[in-house]
Protein backbone atom coordinates (compact mmCIF):
# COMPACT_ATOMS: atom_id res chain seq x y z
CA UNK A 1 0.00 0.00 0.00
CA UNK A 2 2.93 2.19 0.59
CA UNK A 3 3.75 2.00 -3.37
CA UNK A 4 0.50 3.90 -4.34
CA UNK A 5 1.30 6.73 -1.81
CA UNK A 6 4.86 6.83 -2.99
CA UNK A 7 3.30 6.59 -6.75
CA UNK A 8 0.45 9.12 -5.80
CA UNK A 9 3.69 11.47 -5.04
CA UNK A 10 5.61 11.50 -7.93
CA UNK A 11 2.77 11.84 -9.87
CA UNK A 12 2.16 15.09 -7.92
CA UNK A 13 5.91 16.32 -7.92
CA UNK A 14 5.55 15.41 -12.13
CA UNK A 15 2.35 17.96 -12.26
CA UNK A 16 3.74 20.31 -10.25
CA UNK A 17 7.31 20.16 -12.21
CA UNK A 18 5.06 20.77 -15.62
CA UNK A 19 3.20 23.82 -13.86
CA UNK A 20 6.58 25.58 -13.10
CA UNK A 21 8.06 24.72 -16.31
CA UNK A 22 4.85 26.11 -17.99
CA UNK A 23 4.89 29.22 -15.50
CA UNK A 24 8.98 29.46 -16.30
CA UNK A 25 8.80 28.81 -20.25
CA UNK A 26 4.91 29.96 -21.07
CA UNK A 27 3.59 28.61 -24.65
CA UNK A 28 2.98 31.80 -27.34
CA UNK A 29 -0.25 31.45 -28.78
CA UNK A 30 0.46 30.74 -31.93
CA UNK A 31 2.97 27.27 -30.76
CA UNK A 32 1.63 24.07 -31.49
CA UNK A 33 1.88 22.03 -28.57
CA UNK A 34 4.16 19.09 -28.57
CA UNK A 35 2.82 15.79 -28.33
CA UNK A 36 4.58 14.59 -25.68
CA UNK A 37 3.16 17.42 -23.66
CA UNK A 38 -0.77 16.43 -23.88
CA UNK A 39 0.56 12.94 -22.97
CA UNK A 40 2.72 13.38 -19.75
CA UNK A 41 0.06 15.78 -18.33
CA UNK A 42 -2.35 13.57 -19.01
CA UNK A 43 -0.33 10.37 -18.16
CA UNK A 44 0.63 12.22 -14.89
CA UNK A 45 -3.44 13.06 -13.96
CA UNK A 46 -4.10 9.11 -15.06
CA UNK A 47 -1.65 7.41 -12.99
CA UNK A 48 -2.85 9.90 -9.98
CA UNK A 49 -6.08 8.98 -10.18
CA UNK A 50 -5.82 5.36 -10.60
CA UNK A 51 -3.15 5.25 -7.46
CA UNK A 52 -5.94 7.07 -5.48
CA UNK A 53 -8.92 4.86 -6.53
CA UNK A 54 -6.33 1.41 -5.70
CA UNK A 55 -5.02 3.50 -2.04
CA UNK A 56 -9.18 3.55 -1.42
CA UNK A 57 -9.76 0.09 -2.32
CA UNK A 58 -7.31 -1.46 -0.73
CA UNK A 59 -7.34 0.44 2.40
CA UNK A 60 -10.86 -0.16 2.78
CA UNK A 61 -9.55 -3.85 4.18
CA UNK A 62 -7.23 -2.06 6.82
CA UNK A 63 -9.94 0.51 7.53
CA UNK A 64 -12.23 -2.08 8.88
CA UNK A 65 -9.95 -4.08 10.00
CA UNK A 66 -8.99 -1.37 13.04
CA UNK A 67 -10.12 -1.48 16.59
CA UNK A 68 -11.98 1.87 17.39
CA UNK A 69 -10.75 4.71 18.04
CA UNK A 70 -11.59 4.53 21.85
CA UNK A 71 -10.34 1.13 21.96
CA UNK A 72 -6.92 1.78 20.37
CA UNK A 73 -6.19 4.63 22.97
CA UNK A 74 -3.66 7.31 21.47
CA UNK A 75 -1.77 5.13 19.13
CA UNK A 76 -2.97 6.36 15.21
CA UNK A 77 -2.57 3.46 12.77
CA UNK A 78 -2.62 3.39 9.21
CA UNK A 79 -6.21 2.84 8.72
CA UNK A 80 -6.80 5.43 11.02
CA UNK A 81 -4.29 8.21 9.12
CA UNK A 82 -6.33 6.84 5.86
CA UNK A 83 -9.40 8.17 7.41
CA UNK A 84 -8.27 11.60 8.41
CA UNK A 85 -6.70 12.00 5.02
CA UNK A 86 -10.28 11.17 3.31
CA UNK A 87 -12.28 13.22 6.18
CA UNK A 88 -10.03 16.30 5.17
CA UNK A 89 -10.48 15.76 1.11
CA UNK A 90 -13.68 17.59 0.77
CA UNK A 91 -12.03 20.59 2.23
CA UNK A 92 -9.40 20.48 0.19
CA UNK A 93 -11.60 19.90 -3.29
CA UNK A 94 -13.81 22.78 -2.13
CA UNK A 95 -10.99 24.69 -2.01
CA UNK A 96 -9.74 24.44 -4.89
CA UNK A 97 -13.50 24.62 -6.53
CA UNK A 98 -13.86 27.68 -4.55
CA UNK A 99 -10.38 29.22 -5.63
CA UNK A 100 -11.79 28.19 -9.59
CA UNK A 101 -14.78 30.23 -9.05
CA UNK A 102 -13.60 33.01 -7.52
CA UNK A 103 -11.27 33.80 -10.04
CA UNK A 104 -13.15 34.78 -12.94
CA UNK A 105 -15.78 36.30 -10.25
CA UNK A 106 -13.78 38.49 -9.12
CA UNK A 107 -12.45 39.75 -12.23
CA UNK A 108 -15.47 40.28 -13.39
CA UNK A 109 -16.64 42.28 -10.48
CA UNK A 110 -13.60 44.55 -10.46
CA UNK A 111 -14.96 45.16 -14.23
CA UNK A 112 -18.43 46.26 -13.23
CA UNK A 113 -17.52 48.15 -10.49
CA UNK A 114 -15.06 50.55 -12.37
CA UNK A 115 -18.02 50.69 -14.87
CA UNK A 116 -21.05 51.25 -12.50
CA UNK A 117 -19.96 51.91 -8.73
CA UNK A 118 -23.07 50.85 -7.40
CA UNK A 119 -22.88 47.38 -8.29
CA UNK A 120 -20.81 47.34 -5.55
CA UNK A 121 -22.93 45.45 -3.16
CA UNK A 122 -24.46 43.28 -5.68
CA UNK A 123 -20.78 41.89 -6.86
CA UNK A 124 -20.02 41.09 -3.13
CA UNK A 125 -22.65 38.91 -3.46
CA UNK A 126 -21.60 37.11 -6.05
CA UNK A 127 -18.10 36.42 -4.73
CA UNK A 128 -19.51 35.46 -1.20
CA UNK A 129 -21.57 32.76 -3.17
CA UNK A 130 -18.45 31.60 -4.86
CA UNK A 131 -16.36 31.66 -1.48
CA UNK A 132 -19.88 29.78 0.10
CA UNK A 133 -18.09 26.39 -2.12
CA UNK A 134 -15.28 26.32 0.61
CA UNK A 135 -17.68 26.42 3.70
CA UNK A 136 -19.86 23.95 2.67
CA UNK A 137 -16.41 21.49 2.52
CA UNK A 138 -15.53 22.64 5.70
CA UNK A 139 -18.17 21.91 7.23
CA UNK A 140 -18.36 17.97 5.27
CA UNK A 141 -15.26 18.04 7.29
CA UNK A 142 -16.08 18.62 10.55
CA UNK A 143 -19.24 16.39 10.41
CA UNK A 144 -17.42 13.67 9.37
CA UNK A 145 -14.75 14.15 12.23
CA UNK A 146 -17.86 13.83 14.57
CA UNK A 147 -17.99 9.92 13.03
CA UNK A 148 -14.50 9.06 14.05
Given at each position: ??????????A????????????A???????????????????N??????A???????????VM?????????????????????????????????????????????????A??????????????????I???????????????
Open positions: MYWLIALMTLLVGIIAMGIYFDRPLRKDAKVRRWLKGAVGALLIFVIQVGLVLLAIQDAQPAAAEAGKEISVGLGLALIGIGMPTAVATIGAGIAVGPVGAASLAVIEKPETFGRTLVYLGLAEGAIYGLVVTILLLGQI
